[in-house]
């Protein structure tokens, strides 16, 4: 009976994540994910549907009215975060934020070092990150499916490493960031065009409240 009922709350979150309730706000899912248990919620959704961001955000879910507070606070950030990076895609997703950033405004061909506008960029979410300090950030690098799973693998790390770097060498402090590479395992788009591989040459940030945060938030929910 236990498997069961976990196993329903499993396709009621899925379905609410990746299907449905498109009416709802940010702050609404927030408030309904979670319920389930964040890790085991984000590792099965986030497995599932092969978007390692989505599963990250959902792992690191509290759910309930903490969620929604939480959500609340989430909506600003991103709001601030689309008006400052109009080349990204911002996205709101339960209680946290997924910005995807593509990889011709971060590195050249086969490379990992920063061009400048990768560094404008990264300059102005660094602006979004010093106003909302009660966050953990995840840096994920992905690239598509052209060459050796070895290699991409590799270059994913430099690539997402080389992001991480220069935000803390501008000041964000290295305890909120969390680095991953994934390679070519978590394509979110078609490897069989130009213009989806160009799509899985990307970077994502995973923006979700940290510990602070979510005593704060709980505080805020008991009042």
Do not use: W
Request: hydrophobic share 40%; aromatic share 6%.
């Amino acid at each position: 009976m236990r498997t069961m009922r976990y196993f329903l709350m499993m396709m009621v979150i899925s379905a609410t994540v990746f299907t449905g309730c498109k009416s709802l706000t940010g702050t609404q899912k927030g408030a309904m994910i979670g319920t389930a248990g964040g890790a085991a919620a984000g590792a099965i959704i986030g497995r599932t549907a092969g978007n390692t961001a989505v599963g990250a955000v959902v792992g690191a879910t509290v759910g309930g009215v903490t969620g929604a507070v939480i959500g609340n606070k989430m909506d600003k950030q991103a709001e601030e975060m689309k008006a400052k990076l109009p080349e990204a895609n911002v996205e709101r997703v339960g209680e946290g934020i997924i910005v995807e950033l593509p990889n011709n405004i971060l590195f050249g061909f086969d490379s990992f070092e920063l061009s400048s506008a990768a560094r404008n960029n990264l300059n102005q979410m660094i602006t979004v990150f010093e106003s909302y300090p009660d966050t953990d950030i995840e840096v994920q690098g992905h690239t598509d499916s052209s060459g050796a799973a070895s290699y991409n693998q590799t270059l994913s790390e430099r690539r997402a490493n080389a992001v991480t770097s220069y935000l803390v060498n501008r000041g964000v402090a290295s305890a909120r960031l969390k680095t991953v590479g994934y390679g070519e395992t978590s394509p979110k788009y078609t490897n069989d065009t130009d213009a989806g591989r160009a799509q899985n040459r990307r970077v994502e940030f995973i923006i979700t409240a940290n510990e602070k945060m979510k005593r704060e938030a709980e505080r805020e929910a008991s009042n």
